[in-house]
């Protein structure tokens, strides 16, 4: 069979059976197998972003690599931003990107570029297939790489001549990775460690922070006093009622720093130790206290959850968490006053179903919402990893392609949902199960707290022109329908609620643009 | 003053006025200083390529550079494939891309990537600052690099910390480079090969393609009987009535192999031996004859016009070419028919006003339209140059930038336009004079060639979801709504005239969307 062919059912032997494309010349051979291999689902992107965006969504649901196929380095780097963030939640994904023929690439035609180049800032693998008869040994090497623990984005460069030659047989699947556990040594000493007494705190991230984790957390909660802090760029929290709770970090340096204050010594679950976003003139970038002790329980590439049962089990605890006193059921807000944040947090905490996955790129109204939904039925939580906007509605519509199921809700800001709106096209197109919620503040709000952060003052008249985003008022309704998905506005607290209750009951995808003052928010 | 007040005037003092911009925390100072040095403008941009693609369109209208702004290596990686476009286009642009500060880098905060590797395969010239104290002197360096002939992205990474420390007075301009002239024996020798009576042509790429370039290469074609080509892919080509006309070479080989047959000789005028956009199973990637002899008269870094000159007067050639016969007018199509690519290529001939400048991202449709603005008024033509689509839309917003006296149209395919769209946007904001025309086939219909040709077969039921666009039809009417520009749809001949009429009337921006059939074009 030819190398497209031999490509597609490599990957479908090693369990990736979606491939996120928006493909040119150089891969019309995938596309073309696409028929000759039905098992591989294609899905179209209208812009690269938001295929590799996809993907990270996909792999933060399912732990299982998708491809993404694009078209040279020019057209890979549409989707570098998104696979930076990827690459950042650990999402194993299987970078396909097509090349000039080899004859042709030593010619300087205009779409030649070093595609490996585009291919390196993203990716943990690397490799430019060099003859057709490796295609199916390199696709199997590529999942291997792309699910090698924690999870890395594995590019695979394909020269077009190589998919259209001979290629022999599909490799076989590579053996699954497995995740190393602490040695019993280090679960004993960080045990004594927190048998101590010393003011101690877990930080968890990667897939500690799932119902696994978060159980064995608990327990070691109940037995030390530890308390538990949660990364904030982890790929995926499972939160909601009943779910034992974590400390988010905070964003900004200073409530960050203020929320550790006091703790001696952090247990890090696949973790680094905490750093704040940014760094600003004169504060420190690290986010524990000076002097204060870390200890890896597990890093990154290993096995989190099974790390803290072992410390749990070494302490003693109780078998399961003493189950937490349930907040009280979330209220709707009053329906005439005008659209807050808040109000919009409190809507969603009341109304989403049980299960849903909240994709997260709220920006500057997080602190304003993000709480509520502590009290919302159980749910997955996918926020920001990478820090490059334009992350969620793309990774809102990999997740919806993941667990057909459940119900995605998308809160975005709207300055960050200008980088990749094409994703409203794929999530029409596909018909996926998504509501969109646009906070619609038409500013970019969080650079009024940065401007003043970074020491750079008042944000004077044409300073202002960079901020505002009112001239003209993006329209998302029209822009919405543009892509192809029903869209509708609230400005009143009262009209949201009841437009979030109808698409929340009804199947999206769906968009509601929230008008927000744009007020400088509380830093 | 501090280091980003010390940039913005050091980039003044180089005659660069213009900062294209889509900033985040890390360059919150340099929008600050904008409000202390008012000559500079800042253009804000909702999506990086928009401005990437501007500062190109910028470049090729007035040969300087314009500076962008960026976010940190993904910020920057959003800009890539424009930046790709501007490369391959040779234009000069000062990209500075804002870092982390320095004493954060060391952490592994969510943005951290290596920037500097994020720049590298788009640009000729790459500096990390490394002190505050230096950039003025890096500011200069920046903009000497993006001019050394023929232009080349410059980029300049700035650590935030940078910008908010004193830096020092602005760096005095750097030295405007000058172009290379051929030396007298080379002259001499190609004037005496060409005198020679075998079938020879000029190639003409670069400023060559420019008035003067082209008057003097119809000098030597009327001395000699040398064909004169146009390299399809050159920043800019000026053509319409009265204008010496080159033969532009094909997009697909066999037509371009078949135009340069039985040429035994190719003066290269900053132009080199052209090849085929994509390589094709047992294709020939080079489009001279075999055997065919190169002469480089001017060096891609050389001044093609006055080489031009220099070869004109070496070969006596008369001092101006006799008038070309004017071609007939442009006719406007008739009215009831449905919409064709030829009728709009009609209509914008005739309706084309003196001076406008075309953005050309037409793709599929544009050997139908193209041949018929040969008879419109003079104007610049802006084609692709690198191949990444998602370039007209920018490309067309920077030239209006650039020259707000004149009208701007942008002849862009409905796929392509679908990677950039935001910057309709900006246009609307910055009240910029385009005409925007959506050829709406909906569909990525060079790929039905390109299946072809790439030996992949027939387009099958589950490739041919890879190409069409109909599910659901993107409505090119309400997506310019909602970024802020009036728009209307056009689906017969006579509607798309009294559309383009009024468009051209009236000061834009403004979008049609012009439906055209979707069946697979001639190769």
């Given at each position: 069979?030819n190398?497209?062919?031999?490509l ?14 928006n493909p ?6 995938f596309?073309s197998?696409l ?9 179209l ?6 295929c ?7 792999a ?9 196929l694009?078209h040279?380095g020019?057209g ?6 998104n696979?930076?963030n ?11 990107v097509g090349e ?13 570029a ?30 291997a790489?792309a699910?090698?623990?924690?999870g ?28 190393a ?15 101590s ?6 930080l968890?991230?990667?897939s500690a ?11 070691i909660?109940s037995?030390?006093?530890a ?8 790929a ?5 009622r ?7 970090i ?13 703790i001696e ?7 680094r130790p ?22 890896a329980?597990a890093?990154?590439?290993?096995d989190g959850?099974?790390?803290l049962?072992?410390?749990a ?7 399961s ?6 907040p ?11 659209l807050?944040?808040e ?12 299960r849903?996955?909240?994709?997260d790129?709220m ?11 502590a ?20 990774v ?8 057909p199921?459940?119900k ?9 949902a ?18 969109v919620?646009?906070l ?7 650079l009024?707290?940065?401007m ?12 202002e022109?960079m ?17 192809g ?8 607290a ?19 643009e ?6 400088v928010?509380?830093?």
């Amino acid at each position: 069979m030819n190398g497209a062919e031999c490509l597609l059912r490599t990957l479908l032997a090693n369990q990736v059976d979606l491939c996120l494309m928006n493909p040119g010349t150089s891969e019309m051979q995938f596309v073309s197998a696409l028929d000759r291999v039905p098992a591989m689902r294609g899905v179209l992107g209208l812009f690269e972003g938001v295929c590799s965006g996809a993907a990270d969504g996909y792999a933060r649901m399912t732990g299982r690599p998708a491809a993404t196929l694009f078209h040279l380095g020019p057209g890979l780097g549409n989707a570098l931003a998104n696979l930076h963030n990827a690459r950042k939640a650990r999402s194993p994904v299987v970078n396909i990107v097509g090349e000039h023929s080899t004859q042709h690439l030593d010619h300087d035609a205009p779409l030649t570029a070093d595609t490996a180049a585009f291919a390196r800032p993203v990716s943990g693998w690397v490799r430019t297939l060099q003859r057709a008869a490796c295609m199916g040994e390199a696709a199997s090497a590529a999942v291997a790489a792309a699910l090698a623990p924690p999870g890395q984005v594995a590019s695979l460069i394909i020269p077009a001549d190589f998919s259209w030659s001979e290629a022999g047989e599909p490799a076989a699947a590579a053996p699954r990775p497995t995740r190393a556990l602490p040695s019993a040594d280090r679960v004993r000493s960080i045990a004594a460690a927190l048998r101590s007494g010393a003011p101690a705190g877990l930080l968890l991230s990667g897939s500690a922070l799932q119902p696994r984790g978060l159980r064995a957390a608990a327990r070691i909660r109940s037995a030390t006093g530890a308390r538990i802090f949660g990364d904030r760029y982890a790929a995926r929290t499972t939160r909601g009622r009943g779910v034992p709770a974590v400390e988010r970090i905070p964003y900004f340096p200073e409530p960050a720093q203020a929320l550790l204050a006091g703790i001696e010594r952090l247990i890090l679950v696949e973790a680094r130790p905490p750093v704040s976003f940014f760094g600003y003139p004169g504060l420190r970038s690290s986010i524990a206290p000076p002097g204060c002790a870390f200890d890896a329980l597990a890093a990154e590439h290993e096995d989190g959850p099974a790390a803290l049962e072992l410390l749990a089990q070494e302490l003693g605890a109780p078998a399961s968490d003493p189950a937490a006193p349930l907040p009280p059921p979330p209220e709707l807000p009053a329906g005439d006053t005008p659209l807050t944040a808040e109000a919009i947090g409190l809507a969603v905490a009341a109304l989403l179903p049980d299960r849903a996955i909240v994709s997260d790129e709220m920006v500057s109204s997080n602190e304003q919402i993000y709480p509520h939904l502590a009290a919302a039925a159980p749910h997955d939580h996918l926020p920001v990893t990478g820090g490059s906007i334009g992350q969620g509605l793309p990774v809102a519509l990999g997740a919806a392609l993941a667990c057909p199921e459940r119900k995605v809700v998308a809160l975005e800001a709207d300055g960050s949902a200008m980088y990749t709106p094409q994703a409203l096209w794929t999530m029409a197109r596909e018909r996926l199960d998504v509501v969109v919620v646009i906070l619609a503040n038409r500013r970019y709000r969080i650079l009024d707290i940065e401007m003043q952060r970074t020491g750079a003052g008042a944000v004077g008249r044409r300073a202002e022109e960079m901020i505002d985003l009112t001239r003209p008022v993006p329209d998302w309704v029209r822009l919405a329908a543009g892509f192809g998905v029903e869209a509708v506005r609230a400005a009143t607290a009262g009209e949201f609620v009841r437009v979030l209750a109808a698409a929340m009951r009804e199947p999206g995808p769906r968009v509601i643009e929230a008008v927000l003052p744009a007020g400088v928010p509380r830093p």
